[in-house]
Each structure stands twice: as structure tokens, then as C-alpha cells.
């Protein structure tokens, strides 16, 4: 929106920026210079609202037919009262500016000033170059910036101005907002001094290191990367000419040839510093060959026409650069397969081949036709066949994909697949037993994150991963106690003995509702499938002591969930330092603050309590009556807590209420008074709640805890409709620091009272818990946070429960909702060209593909289509290991092409080169760890990447 509200930003302080101490400079004179101004405010331009071309920015790109308006440009409230072209007043998106001035002389010119004032968000080129780029185009969603002359200014180097007409092009995002302005000001500097390049990597700024090819990588026959190593002028590299292919021995290549098209890429590569956002970047130029490389010969390069962004060509020991090509030799992320292997008695295997080519798209596929499974230790083809078309162009990867069926092999080796005209997968196994080596690391990665053990964590159960003995006075109560709803006369500073649990993954706080999810999957996997697990099978300190490892690791973090439960039943919400901490635990010199009750957390503690109850009363009673003892305690707790309540302010009109809900809200739900009764009726249409399931920001209004008895008549709702998690809104950090991930619940807490509800009745079967845990129940398992929304879980017990008592009908429609939900994602699955519903969403894709296999195990257990939901589980488990857009195993410690930087501030902090083993990878997302940081820059007319290629190994 328009606003006189100051707001500055200096739009090369880029997220990516190193350490000052290592940014180049290029140095200019220091002579006093008189400022002019190339570009006054209130200029006229010429504009677009469609982008004709993907040269729009360039110098040479014909914007005659463009109209022509004069800045402040724009529509909607502004203080200027701007002058508005008509056809701007139909902007909403993006609009598109081009300026053409004249400068006489650059060589007086010591440095420039650009200055911008937008609603929302800009990003500028200078002669087809980029030079400035606002945040907001890291994240367009819900965004709308404020107009202020100037919110942004970025000094730009002056080479980059040529004697004669420039252009400055500049475009104005305005997704998310109701109005637009636009304005800029260019101007020379007054003064001599250091002038950064923008754009480029600021360990390569300075302008007198020539660039240089770091290598070249062939994609396939017809398409080569040449990757540089530092930022290059990019208009000029993929013009005709700039690249020139040659060969000795390949007669099609035997004069020079130039290639029939070229992108680019920008990609990050490592970080030597994630929490700062310090990046290593590699620059690619893509060339697609008019003819196809063949096997054993020999290329040059020969890049004459590239330049870096100040105008320096290549060093002498770049040009020409060589490559000798052998598909039969070539890996690359182009052949996707699961990279720790596929069961054997697996009802299909795949094999995947796409490729994307930055700014050129989609990878051409024409002429792959073969493929063939190769034993990798006897070079011997064991099967062949034609690849098939999964999908042209897909939206999400960017690729055109296709699939080759392996499924008829099932001998146990060692094997990869070869794609003549493309080159070999990474070598993968196929076993029976392979899916036993992922097991054993995932569920070591726990072992490995234990806060305060007595001895540390380490050898002879890890090697080389180890720390100390850490965070031995966990915690402290907060000064924030006094304000919960729940204080009991704790007092601020106190000590409770919080020590053991498992740290989070980026910081080494505790969290209860975190830990609930993890304890339910642990759980309810040795539940499903106790015959998989055994005593002594993950070397773990307790391993030998007639328990399964799986229990003594659950255990561990059961003994510390008790602590967290307070004498009055309820649970604290979590302990944590106040800021985050970026050492290895031993070394965390903070202390650990205890933070608020919530109802929400402690009904999930009393549902984890109630699964442990009964899945540990085999091997430890005494333990198993002190679980069932937590759980009830849990229970009486929330039970005290009752209110009904909406989160949006109700408006009374004569005899009936209407609700009025923000757009975030479920639609269609309205309040109706009854006629006589002060009492409230719920109806949601839409989806089928039979109550509402969001509650979201706003006022709270409550009712009477005492509704008349005509208010369930209907049968819509019943008492238990409509319960807030307490606090209101949830849980809320301290305003004072950081204090961790809040994970608030602002959705309500019902589920997780029909998830205790329904574990206290399946471990005890008292029928009073099953009429509770039927009274929340949910007819949709849907929700994308593991921490607030629970409904699957209780709808699991209720699934599961066996007593005599037990509502068969109930039951019945409960196992329906997961054969259901499984035959959705079975059919969103077919679909994609990775035969895996991934779900693109802000926490990332991959880490759900687990997710997703144990929705379809979840329908297999309750269907007869027993082939198709299990072969799509482990088809799931296929994408994440490496069969998906980026080949990438998205979990440590497995595959070829590894994670290295996984969120893990263990891993970051101890000196050993690959992480800690067995982390789940997020993955892709839409606002990816680093990619609106760099490539929304560089593709601002696509914005940027397809969503599945969003994610960069550099710290999540």
C-alpha cells in the first residue's frame, strides 16, 4: 500500500553477502566529483503490463510499441497523488518500465546511484545487466510493500554505463496488494569510492581477476555446462558466437561449430557460513549442440565472447578448455534412481531420466531411446527396454521425464542404469533386506541427538559423530509463568530438573508437541510391526537388555516427558535458551528457560502416555503404570479446561448470529440462535466437518460453558465442539528473544483431545474415553502440521481399538477415512512423473514422501488393494532417496549425491565432514532456503525455478 511511512532498503545487502572482511572492491578515483542527475524523478518512461520478450531488460530490445506514462506511475491511494495511465489501473501482477537516456562521457563517471520508490517490489537491469533486486522478490506471497520515496537505493558500478544511449529497465511486482506506484531516480555519484559490483559474488568483485572455466559437464550428447566461477556479463554469453565447439576426431565437429541455443544457471554449491547466508556460487552458461558427442572423442571450447560483468574475458588457461565424451563413463543428476537400492520382491522399480536447463527450460529427451540395467561389478547388461514419456514440460520439475520399468529384476547385486546419449545412474543395490540399512539409520539418528547424557554421546555407540555432557541444569522458569492462565505459584528463576529428551534439530530446545509426533510414529510403527524390531539393533547404550533398541530409545525420551508434566497434570510447552545457539551442545553457555502450559501439549503428552502404557506393559510394568498414570492425569487436566468459544467477533440480529470470519477461515460456517435459547448451533458446509476446524486470528467470544440441551438437537455438534487450545491462540514465545520454534497451535485443541481421548480408551477400554474421543472426532485426517493438527492420530486408536465394547461402526468408518485418504494419494501419485505425491509446501517436499508411504501402508492395512498402496509406499521411499527432480538422497548418509548441510547444528559445529547420519531433509520449498536469494534475480520473468527444484545443499 501507499504510505509517507519512511522505509529504506539498500538493495545490495544481499542475504548472500560473505563477511565484510572478504568483499572486493573495485577502486576508482578520489577525486571530488560533482553529482548529476542521468535520471530525474517524475521521468517519462515507456511500459508494459506483458513481458514480449525475455529481452525485455536489454539494451537493443525494441520497446516502440510500449506505452509511454510519466512517474510517479501507478493507481490506487498515494501521497503524491500520482498521474495514472489508464491501462495501469488494470495492473495487477506485474508491470514492466524501460528508460532510454544519453551519456556522453563515461569516463569521469566515479560511481551511480539508483533510487527507487515502489509498490510493491523492484528489480532493475542497467544495460541488460542486473544491478538491484528488493527482498520482496525472495517471497511474493503475502506481501505488500509501502510506497516511499526512496525505499530503496543500491550503488551501482559505472562500467557497466557505455558512451551513447542506455537503458535502465526496472519491473514492479504488485501480487498481494490493492494498489501500485512506481519512481525512480538515477545520478552519479558525488564522490570517488569503492563501488561494489552488484550481482556478483562478493568473493569475486574485484575487476582485475579475469574469470575462468571451472569445468565442463556434458548433460547428455547435445547439451554441455560450462560453469564459471564468478558472475558473468550474461547477455553477452548466450549470443551467437560466444561459444565455439570444435573437434580433432569428430568429423561433424571438425570446423568450428556454435551452438543452436544457450541459458543460463546460477547456483550456490556450498555455505561457509549458512546462518549468515555466506554462499559459494557457481554461474553455468548452458550449450545445446547442433550435433550429437559421441563416445571416445574429443571437444573444445573455445569461449571468446564471454565476459564477466565488468567487461574482462576469460584468463588464457580457460580458452580453450577440453572434454572428452563417454556416456558409458558419465554420471549425472539426469538418471534418477532410489540410491540405496530397491527390495527385491519389489512389485515395481523405476529408473527416471529429466533434465533442466535453467533459463532454456526443460532438457530435450529426443533421441533417448534405450536404456539398459548394468551389473555394476561385471559390466554385464542383465535387462534392457525403451523408455517411456511420463511427462512434456512438467510444471513442477521443469523437465520433460521419462521412466524405464526394472521392475522383472530381482536378483540381488550391485547395478546402474545406462542411457546411451545420456550417460549412467549412481550405482544402487537391489536386496531383499536394503530397506533394514535405512531403518537402522534413521532410528540411530535419535541416539545421536540425546541431551544430557551422563557420559556424552559418542564411542563406542557413534564414531566419529560424539559431543559432551550437555545442558546438565535444564531448566529454569521464566518470568512469563506468572502470566500463564495455568500458574500454580511457580516462581520465575526456580529450578526444575528437566535434563534428558532428544535436542530439536536446529537449536537444542525440547518441545513436547514435537516430541509427541516423533513418539507417535516411533509408537505406532513397533505397534504395526513389533516383528521388526529387536533388542540389539541399533547399538545403543541399553542394547542387550531384553528390550527392543526402538522402546530404550523411546524410553529415553518418555523419562523426560514426565518431567515436563507438572503435578497439576499439565504439560509445560517446552524449555529452551533464549537465543539461538551456535555451538556444540557441551559448549551452549545459556541457560534453558521453561515456557507455559498448553492444553494442546498436554493432551498429545497424555496420548503418547497412553500408547506407551500399553506397549511397554510387556516388559515394564511399573513403567507402564506410571505412563497410564500421566495419561489420566493429562486428561483430568484439559477436562478442566472447557470453554466454548469462536475466534472471530459474533454479531446478534433478532434471532439469529451470523459469524463473521477472516479469509484465512473455513468458509460456510455460520452461528444460528435458537429461537428461545441463548444457545448457538454450529454448521459447516463445507468438507464435511461436523464442526469448525480452524480457529484463527482474531477476537474471542465466549459462550456459556452451559448450553441448553436444544443447542445438540440437531445433531451437528455435540459438548465437545469447539474447544480453543489455552492459551488462546496457543502458544506465543516471549517478546524479549527468541526462545526456538514456537509451535503454536492456533487451530484448537480438539484433536489432540480426541487423540487422548482414543489412546486412554484402546489402552484401557473404558467406553467413557471412546464416547469422548467419538464426541471430537473428525471425519478429515486432513492437516499439513505434525504439530497442530492430530486428528489422523486419534482416528488411528479408534481404528486400531479391539475391545469388546468398541463401536464397530464407528471403527469401521474410521479405517474407511485412511483407505480413502491412501486412494487419493495413490491417485495423485499416478499422476506425477515421479510416481510420488509430494506435497510442495513451506516446510519443504521430501522430508513428507515418509509421510506419504506410511498414508498408503496405512489404506494397505485396511484394504484389499494390497499391491497397489504397498508398491506406491515404496515408491515413495524411492523418491526420496534420489528418484526425484534433483537426485538428491534427502537423507543424510545415503546415496551418491549426498546432503551435506542438513539443519543440524551438531553437524555444523563438529568439525567432521559429513553429518550427522539418518536426518530427514526438508527439501524443496516454495520459498526455498537460498533460491529467492539468488535466482528470482536471475529469472525474474519466470520467477524463478519450478517448484521441485527449489532447494540447494547449503543449510536448510
Known amino acids: 500500500m501507499f504510505t509517507p511511512f519512511p522505509r529504506v532498503f539498500h538493495g545490495l545487502r544481499q542475504p548472500f553477502r560473505r563477511a565484510a572482511a572478504f568483499a572486493s572492491i573495485i577502486l576508482v578515483s578520489s577525486l571530488p566529483l560533482r553529482a548529476a542527475v542521468l535520471i530525474p524523478a517524475h521521468s517519462e518512461w515507456r511500459y508494459s503490463l506483458l513481458r514480449s520478450s525475455t529481452n525485455w531488460a536489454g539494451i537493443d530490445f525494441d520497446d516502440s510499441s510500449w506505452e509511454a506514462c510519466t512517474t510517479l506511475a501507478g493507481y490506487g491511494s498515494s501521497p503524491d497523488d500520482p498521474t495514472l495511465p489508464a491501462t495501469l489501473i488494470q495492473c495487477y501482477g506485474r508491470c514492466y518500465f524501460r528508460k532510454a537516456f544519453h551519456v556522453a562521457d563515461t569516463s569521469s563517471i566515479a560511481g551511480l546511484t539508483l533510487k527507487i520508490a515502489s509498490d510493491n517490489a523492484a528489480i532493475a537491469y542497467l544495460n541488460g545487466v542486473f544491478v538491484h533486486n528488493d527482498s520482496m522478490w525472495k517471497d511474493r506471497y503475502g506481501h505488500d510493500w509501502d510506497y516511499d520515496p526512496w525505499n530503496a537505493e543500491t550503488n551501482i558500478n559505472p562500467r557497466i554505463l557505455r558512451p551513447g544511449t542506455n537503458v535502465l529497465a526496472v519491473a514492479v511486482d504488485n501480487f498481494g496488494g490493492s494498489d501500485m506506484g512506481f519512481d525512480a531516480q538515477l545520478e552519479t555519484a558525488g564522490h570517488g569510492s569503492g563501488i561494489e559490483i552488484p550481482g556478483a559474488d562478493p568473493l569475486r568483485k574485484s575487476d582485475t581477476a579475469r574469470p575462468r572455466i571451472v569445468r565442463i559437464t556434458p548433460e547428455r550428447d547435445t547439451v554441455v555446462r560450462i560453469t564459471f566461477n564468478e558472475e558473468l556479463n550474461f547477455q553477452r554469453a548466450v549470443k551467437p558466437g560466444a561459444i565455439i565447439v570444435s573437434s580433432t576426431n569428430d568429423p561433424a565437429f571438425a570446423t568450428n561449430v556454435t551452438p543452436v541455443r544457450a541459458g543460463i544457471e546460477v547456483r550456490p554449491i556450498s555455505a561457509a557460513d549458512p546462518w549468515t547466508s555466506t554462499l559459494v556460487i557457481e554461474y553455468d552458461v548452458i550449450a545445446v549442440l547442433p550435433f550429437p558427442m559421441v563416445n571416445g572423442s574429443t571437444y573444445l571450447f573455445s569461449c571468446t565472447g564471454v565476459t564477466d560483468i565488468v567487461g574482462w574475458g576469460l584468463a588464457p588457461s580457460s580458452v580453450p578448455a577440453a572434454v572428452s565424451y563417454d556416456d558409458t563413463a558419465m554420471r549425472n543428476r539426469n538418471i534418477k534412481v532410489n540410491q540405496l537400492g530397491y527390495r527385491a520382491d519389489a512389485p515395481l522399480k523405476y529408473a527416471y531420466l529429466g533434465g533442466y536447463l535453467g533459463s532454456l527450460g526443460a532438457m530435450p529427451v529426443e533421441g533417448i531411446s534405450s536404456w539398459h540395467l548394468v551389473n555394476a561389478d561385471t559390466r554385464a547388461t542383465v535387462l534392457s527396454g525403451a523408455w517411456?514419456?511420463?511427462?512434456?514440460?512438467?510444471?513442477?520439475?521443469?523437465?520433460?521425464?521419462?521412466?524405464?520399468?526394472?521392475?522383472?529384476?530381482?536378483?540381488?547385486?550391485?547395478?546402474?542404469?545406462?542411457?546411451?546419449?545420456?550417460?549412467?545412474?549412481?550405482?544402487?543395490?537391489?536386496?531383499?533386506?536394503?530397506?533394514?540399512?535405512?531403518?537402522?539409520?534413521?532410528?540411530?539418528?535419535?541416539?545421536?541427538?540425546?541431551?544430557?547424557?551422563?557420559?556424552?554421546?559418542?564411542?563406542?555407540?557413534?564414531?566419529?559423530?560424539?559431543?559432551?555432557?550437555?545442558?546438565?541444569?535444564?531448566?529454569?522458569?521464566?518470568?512469563?509463568?506468572?502470566?500463564?492462565?495455568?500458574?500454580?505459584?511457580?516462581?520465575?528463576?526456580?529450578?526444575?530438573?528437566?535434563?534428558?529428551?532428544?535436542?530439536?534439530?536446529?537449536?537444542?530446545?525440547?518441545?513436547?508437541?514435537?516430541?509427541?509426533?516423533?513418539?507417535?510414529?516411533?509408537?505406532?510403527?513397533?505397534?504395526?510391526?513389533?516383528?521388526?524390531?529387536?533388542?540389539?539393533?541399533?547399538?545403543?547404550?541399553?542394547?542387550?537388555?531384553?528390550?527392543?533398541?526402538?522402546?530404550?530409545?523411546?524410553?529415553?525420551?518418555?523419562?523426560?516427558?514426565?518431567?515436563?508434566?507438572?503435578?497439576?497434570?499439565?504439560?509445560?510447552?517446552?524449555?529452551?535458551?533464549?537465543?539461538?545457539?551456535?555451538?556444540?551442545?557441551?559448549?551452549?553457555?545459556?541457560?534453558?528457560?521453561?515456557?507455559?502450559?498448553?492444553?494442546?501439549?498436554?493432551?498429545?503428552?497424555?496420548?503418547?502416555?497412553?500408547?506407551?502404557?500399553?506397549?511397554?506393559?510387556?516388559?515394564?510394568?511399573?513403567?507402564?503404570a506410571r505412563f497410564l498414570d500421566a495419561a489420566t492425569a493429562a486428561w483430568a487436566f484439559v477436562e478442566r479446561t472447557r470453554r466454548v468459544v469462536t475466534n472471530e467477533w459474533a454479531r446478534a440480529s433478532n434471532s439469529s448470529f451470523q459469524l463473521q470470519f477472516s479469509t484465512r477461515s473455513i468458509h460456510g460456517v455460520w452461528l444460528a440462535a435458537d429461537t428461545g435459547h441463548t444457545g448457538v448451533n454450529y454448521f459447516v458446509a463445507s468438507r464435511g466437518y461436523v464442526r469448525p476446524r480452524g480457529f484463527y486470528d482474531g477476537a474471542i467470544v465466549a459462550f456459556s460453558n452451559a448450553l441448553p440441551s436444544s443447542a445438540y438437537s440437531t445433531g451437528l455438534i455435540t459438548q465437545y465442539d469447539a474447544f480453543p487450545s489455552l492459551p488462546a491462540g496457543g502458544f506465543f514465545n516471549p517478546p524479549d528473544g527468541k526462545y526456538g520454534g514456537e509451535y503454536g497451535d492456533k487451530y484448537g485443541d480438539q484433536d489432540e483431545r480426541a487423540w487422548c481421548a482414543a489412546e486412554l480408551y484402546r489402552t484401557t477400554g473404558d467406553d467413557a474415553y471412546q464416547q469422548a474421543a467419538l464426541a471430537f472426532a473428525s471425519r478429515d485426517l486432513s492437516g499439513w502440521s505434525p504439530y497442530a493438527h492430530n486428528t489422523e492420530k486419534g482416528t488411528w486408536a479408534l481404528a486400531n481399538a479391539a475391545w469388546p465394547n468398541v463401536n464397530v461402526a464407528a471403527r469401521a468408518q474410521c479405517r474407511g477415512q485412511f483407505v480413502t485418504r491412501a486412494s487419493n494419494v495413490l491417485a495423485a501419485a499416478k499422476a506425477k512423473p515421479y510416481r510420488a505425491e509430494y506435497r510442495i509446501q513451506f516446510y519443504g517436499t521430501a522430508g513428507n514422501e515418509a509421510i506419504i508411504a506410511r498414508q498408503l501402508m496405512n489404506g494397505y492395512l485396511f484394504s484389499s488393494n494390497t499391491t497397489e498402496f504397498l508398491s506406491y509406499a515404496l515408491l515413495a521411499i524411492d523418491a526420496q532417496l534420489g528418484a526425484n527432480a534433483l537426485a538428491y538422497p534427502y537423507l543424510t548418509g545415503v546415496g551418491t549425491y549426498r546432503i551435506m548441510r542438513p539443519v543440524s547444528n551438531i553437524s555444523e559445529h563438529d568439525g567432521i565432514e559429513d553429518p550427522v547420519p539418518g536426518l530427514v531433509i526438508n527439501g524443496p520449498a516454495p520459498a526455498c532456503n537460498y533460491y529467492y536469494r539468488l535466482d528470482a534475480a536471475r529469472y525474474p520473468d519466470t520467477f524463478g525455478y519450478p517448484l521441485a527444484r527449489r532447494y540447494f545443499d547449503v543449510g536448510e
Open 388 to 624: 517411456a514419456l511420463r511427462a512434456t514440460n512438467d510444471s513442477d520439475s521443469g523437465e520433460t521425464v521419462l521412466s524405464a520399468d526394472i521392475s522383472a529384476w530381482a536378483t540381488p547385486g550391485r547395478y546402474y542404469v545406462h542411457a546411451p546419449g545420456a550417460g549412467c545412474s549412481p550405482v544402487f543395490e537391489i536386496r531383499q533386506t536394503v530397506h533394514n540399512d535405512l531403518l537402522a539409520l534413521a532410528a540411530r539418528s535419535f541416539y545421536l541427538s540425546r541431551c544430557g547424557t551422563a557420559g556424552g554421546v559418542g564411542p563406542p555407540y557413534s564414531s566419529p559423530w560424539h559431543y559432551g555432557v550437555c545442558h546438565a541444569n535444564d531448566g529454569f522458569h521464566h518470568r512469563s509463568v506468572t502470566n500463564s492462565p495455568f500458574w500454580r505459584g511457580e516462581q520465575p528463576g526456580a529450578y526444575r530438573n528437566l535434563r534428558g529428551g532428544w535436542h530439536d534439530a536446529a537449536d537444542y530446545g525440547k518441545y513436547v508437541i514435537s516430541a509427541m509426533d516423533a513418539l507417535w510414529s516411533l509408537l505406532s510403527a513397533y505397534e504395526s510391526h513389533p516383528q521388526n524390531f529387536v533388542d540389539g539393533q541399533f547399538n545403543i547404550p541399553e542394547s542387550a537388555n531384553g528390550i527392543p533398541d526402538i522402546l530404550d530409545e523411546i524410553r529415553w525420551e518418555l523419562d523426560w516427558l514426565l518431567k515436563m508434566q507438572d503435578a497439576d497434570g499439565g504439560a509445560y510447552h517446552k524449555v529452551c535458551t533464549k537465543d539461538w545457539c551456535e555451538t556444540l551442545p557441551e559448549d551452549d553457555p545459556q541457560d534453558k528457560y521453561i515456557l507455559g502450559k498448553t492444553t494442546y501439549c498436554t493432551a498429545a503428552l497424555g496420548a503418547g502416555m497412553a500408547m506407551a502404557a500399553r506397549v511397554f506393559a510387556p516388559y515394564d510394568p511399573a513403567a507402564s
